[in-house]
């Protein structure tokens, strides 16, 4: 089962900030957090993670709560070509090493 | 061009019929894995494996073998065990089994049974 819970489905309008919601209540100390995303029929590509602080990179930013029960993905400005299925995702605990475990994510809707 | 090539993109079988998917990969990647996503779901883990003559079941194996004889060779055989096995297929790659590296994927084969 996957340990992160997300919203199923986000709109945003082009060129405005999208928040990505992830709670992780049972997240370990030594677990870090991971960003896919998944565009229509295509596999998922990496986008950022972290571990406690904050982190940015070229395609997004990356903010954890500071108990690290929760994080939230930041697209800066958001484009059509962003319209995908975001995963939030943690380190396998239950047993395949450095395995990911994908939840069902959260599908955003970019609106021109 | 480095990366996973996946192959075929779009694959038909009969039932009871054994089929192989390719994933072939440049990167020099140690790690390697066979994921399965069914229509508006996540991915499951089917087989992975940390090293050449390696490898381990995931959470849904039933149905499916493997080989790891390469480095750079991943095949995923679908046996007519597979009870469902209409499917997109999901290849990924790690430079090691560390959890704290990137997976890169290649773009799937969807396979169909007719």
């Given at each position: 089962d996957a340990k992160t819970t997300q919203p199923n489905s986000m709109e945003s309008n082009e060129?405005?900030?999208?928040?990505?919601p992830c709670n992780h209540s049972t997240i370990s100390g030594t677990d870090y957090i991971h960003w896919y995303r998944q565009l229509p029929s295509?596999?998922?590509?990496?986008?950022?993670?972290?571990?406690?602080?904050?982190?940015?990179?070229?395609?997004?930013?990356?903010?954890?709560?500071?108990?690290?029960?929760?994080?939230t993905l930041i697209l800066h400005r958001a484009t059509l070509r962003d319209a995908a299925v975001y995963?939030?995702?943690?380190?396998?605990?239950?047993?395949?090493?450095?395995?990911?475990?994908?939840?069902?994510?959260?599908?955003?809707?970019?609106?021109? | 061009d480095g990366g996973i090539t996946q192959s075929p993109k779009y694959l038909f079988r009969k039932e009871g019929q054994n089929v192989t998917l390719s994933c072939e990969q440049n990167l020099n990647h140690d790690a390697m894995y066979w994921y399965?996503?069914?229509?508006?779901?996540?991915?499951?883990l089917i087989y992975y494996s940390q090293i050449v003559n390696d490898f381990q079941k995931g959470d849904i194996a039933e149905g499916y073998s493997v080989s790891r004889e390469k480095k750079e060779?991943?095949?995923?055989t679908v046996t007519s065990a597979q009870k469902n096995p209409t499917a997109f297929y999901l290849c990924a790659t790690r430079p090691r089994?560390?959890?704290?590296?990137?997976?890169?994927?290649?773009q799937g084969t969807r396979l169909t049974v007719v």
């Open positions: 060129e405005e900030p999208v928040h990505l295509q596999g998922p590509e990496y986008v950022i993670h972290g571990l406690t602080s904050n982190v940015n990179n070229r395609m997004a930013s990356l903010a954890i709560a500071e108990d690290r029960k929760s994080s995963y939030c995702i943690l380190r396998d605990v239950g047993g395949s090493q450095g395995n990911l475990i994908f939840g069902k994510g959260t599908k955003l809707s970019v609106k021109p | 399965r996503q069914d229509p508006g779901q996540g991915l499951r060779s991943f095949p995923l089994a560390n959890r704290n590296t990137e997976a890169f994927f290649g």
